[in-house]
């Protein structure tokens, strides 16, 4: 062993030679980088999920505090700066994971279950968009707020922030929803369901407060129009897909090549990711309508199973890469410059929590898990971070309150998790079929993924 | 059907509004097309494959053709251009596709079979390296050769080309090899022994023409410290990940989190390129020696299985990215201005595919179908465009002469595949313990992969 050691050392000593240089004057530089960055990111983003597991806490958690600390606040491996080419690399892997685990939602949903909870989803929904978005407004028009802290009017950036308080990360969501193995409870579709019609409001809202930051006027037909494009491209997305994908994927089930019915969902999905972000919506409700689709046909069972390994090495990227959005020096009480900083984070914080944890009663005629629900809709993840970037970009936002409504969005996605672990342990999850709860304990391990010893 | 088509008729009609310009305002335009352009080098490297298998040739040649017709001379859907953000992402997942291939080449290789033709196989790496390069100084040191394509002495000029005409891309062979479902076979080991030797020769090669267009002098030890290093790292990685992986691997293997055991062997492999790179050696001869490591572990058969999707969605822009490198306008007979790069493409093509077909008789002490070793050899795929490049970057290749020796990778890679498939059909394959070969009708079914229908 020692022996061995000594001959790497050796082999370190050697290797700046001209060989060396010859294979930097290839241009590879860049990418044995990020060989390096993405091995570190999948390691320390599994390892740490495995500890969070061990310690009864989701995986997903493990993934994002690993991205806090290999982030630019602190080891710095996580490229974030955009000037550095590996940026937009990593920004791409983490784009398709999302795209890729909505894909994977998509597909174990159940359309007919989804519609039985469709009124009930879209009271979540709107009370869950209403709540935050008025509390934000109130909130920066209150003593409280900090004028310093903004570009523009008070109720331009009131409405900002509202905006920034509304939109739920079902990506977030819908990981911590497998890692407990309960996707198949009322309440997750309660959850997801709210979730997406979240992201259409959320896109609509997001085109309107663009449109307000640009100087014009917003007309009652802007709003019906993208309102209307958004659910229309689900509608007809889903509709033409279920009547069209069942033949074309019996023609290519027969064919020879290898791989070639996996390789047709993936582009399949990446395709719809495509058109939805044309059509003015997201990619991850295209890759999710996708998923749907793709649920009714007849290759289902391998399909779900070939793109379980493609997702594993894509979404731990999106995970770690949240987490690493998050600047840990903000954080610190003793730096008086941060206390205004951290009051704000602190107050939209609350707002956030408690506006989609009411949402959890919104509906009135059922019996479900109503904290488990509420609690699954808080985390706002990458939709809050893209809204904050826009703002930040457009000069409404200044970088202190950009940091604030960064320890919001942070926040809510680091709590949300053990929380929900927590409601579903207390209040049991409900079934399909069954009236009453059942607790945790007896569901989950039929649902769990086996990590190896298939046949 | 036809309310339909209008209905999406009139959503694309209505798709240019206000939200489009949000979602443009994200910055994600450029994730849009990405995720376009690889849906559309997906499914046609896919379908091209298909329709090549169905009319009896390797599957791989449809994806390379489909790449010459996605290339920027024909239909321009694969980037190419330096200053198109797409390029790069592109080149990654290329990159990323022949090092996931060439793990799994590795994890198929059985080490004490290879080193059982490891005599022959540098008997025929040596003599395939050796006479492509002096053939192709002859070339150019006679009269045929075109002194106004050269920017430097004959010389130098001639040591350039023979180099370029040396190495062997392991990855097309290795693909069509798995195509035809005989990598267990006596020829395949020594193919792939040979050309991983060959890789090691070339790259040894490449520091050697670099420190000759520098203008520096050769030394017997610079040579020497490069082979070193080269094979070094080879020797030292395999020793000490054979002894440490199966421990590490059962550690793995015993945790809960999903997926685990694929991501942690996915980040091995990059890691293994990137410290093969760092090494002075290519990053595809790391993730053959990962795969070969990894084949020793006892989770050797979910890691291959659960690797195959991954090398699905990342190989196919591996090939097409080489067929798009073709500019098929320089393949024009018309155009006189092509005739002598056409000429010159031609002779090196000539001495590019005779070199390596007579390396199949460098192993005198055997029996195996020889014509199909030297055929194995013949592809010159990315490593000669690496070379053709370095060439056109540092002022020793003119563009004419860098499109003639487009022209020889490009036809060794597109003749290699349907040769190859014919010099099997016809000379059997030798298996590891029969005496003589056996036709390739008895084997290929058994080691096919079946694009469904598992449990």
């Known amino acids: 062993m020692k022996r061995l050691v000594g001959a790497a050392a050796l082999l370190l000593a050697l290797a700046p030679t ?38 009864g806490q989701p995986a997903v958690l493990g993934e994002l505090i690993a991205g806090v600390f290999l982030g630019a606040s602190v080891l710095g491996i996580i490229p974030t700066a955009a000037d550095d080419s590996l940026t937009e690399i990593i920004h791409v892997f983490a784009e398709i994971g999302v795209v890729v685990l909505l894909f994977e939602v998509g597909l174990e949903t159940d359309l007919k279950q989804l519609f039985r909870v469709g009124r009930g989803a879209m009271s979540v929904a709107t009370v869950g968009v209403v709540l935050p978005m008025v509390g934000g407004i109130l909130f920066w028009m209150s003593p409280l707020a900090r004028p310093e802290f903004s570009l523009t009017d008070a109720t331009t950036t009131g409405i900002f922030i509202g905006a920034t308080l509304t939109a739920t990360s079902v990506g977030i969501t819908a ?23 979240d992201d259409v409001l959320g896109l609509v809202l997001l085109g309107l407060v ?10 009652v037909f802007a709003v019906g129009r993208s309102l209307g494009i958004a ?29 070639v019915l996996l390789v047709a969902a993936f582009a399949f999905l990446l395709f719809m990711a495509a058109l939805a972000s044309v059509a003015g ?27 379980k ?8 990227v999106f995970f770690l890469s949240i987490g690493a959005a998050l600047d840990v020096r903000l954080l610190n009480p ?41 609690i699954g809709m808080v985390p706002r993840g990458e939709v809050g971070l893209i809204f904050a970037n826009i703002g930040l970009m457009n000069g409404v936002l200044t970088p202190e309150l950009f940091g604030a409504i960064l320890i919001m969005v942070i926040g809510t996605t680091l709590v949300a998790p053990p929380l929900l672990k927590w409601s579903f ?22 649902e769990s993924y086996p990590s190896s010893g298939e046949p």
Do not use: C, Y
């Not at 911590?176 to 997406?196: P, T, Y």
């Not at 229309?232 to 509709?239: D, H, P, Q, R, T």
């Not at 009547?243 to 791989?259: C, N, T």
């Not at 008086?336 to 009411?358: D, E, H, M, S, T």
């Open 334 to 374: 003793f730096n008086p410059a941060n206390a205004p900083v951290l009051f704000i984070g602190l107050g939209l914080f609350v707002i956030a929590v408690l506006g989609k944890f009411a949402a959890g009663w919104a509906v009135p005629w059922r019996k479900f898990n109503r904290s488990a629900v509420g």
């Open 175 to 197: 990981r911590v929803l497998q890692d407990l193995g309960v996707m198949h409870s009322i309440e997750a579709r309660l959850i997801i369901g709210a979730a997406v019609i």
């Open 425 to 446: 342990g207390r209040g049991g999850i409900t079934g399909p079929l069954e009236a009453r709860p059942v607790p945790l304990s007896e569901i989950r391990d039929s």
């Open 281 to 307: 919506s997201a990619p991850i409700i295209g890759a999710f309508a996708a998923g749907i689709v793709l649920s009714g046909t007849n290759q289902f069972d391998t399909i779900e199973k070939r793109i």
């Open 210 to 219: 663009s449109t307000l930051i640009a100087g014009s006027t917003l007309t």
């Open 231 to 259: 659910v229309g491209f689900l509608v007809l997305a889903i509709s033409l897909g279920l009547l069209i994908a069942p033949k074309v994927f019996s023609v290519i089930d027969r064919m020879r090549v290898r791989g």
């Open 18 to 55: 001209p060989l060396f240089a010859a294979s930097a004057a290839q241009g590879d530089g860049s990418l044995t980088r990020l060989f390096f960055v993405l091995a570190v990111i999948l390691l320390a983003g599994k390892f740490s999920g495995e500890l969070f597991e061990r310690i």
């Open 309 to 316: 390994p493609v997702a594993d090495v894509f979404t731990p």
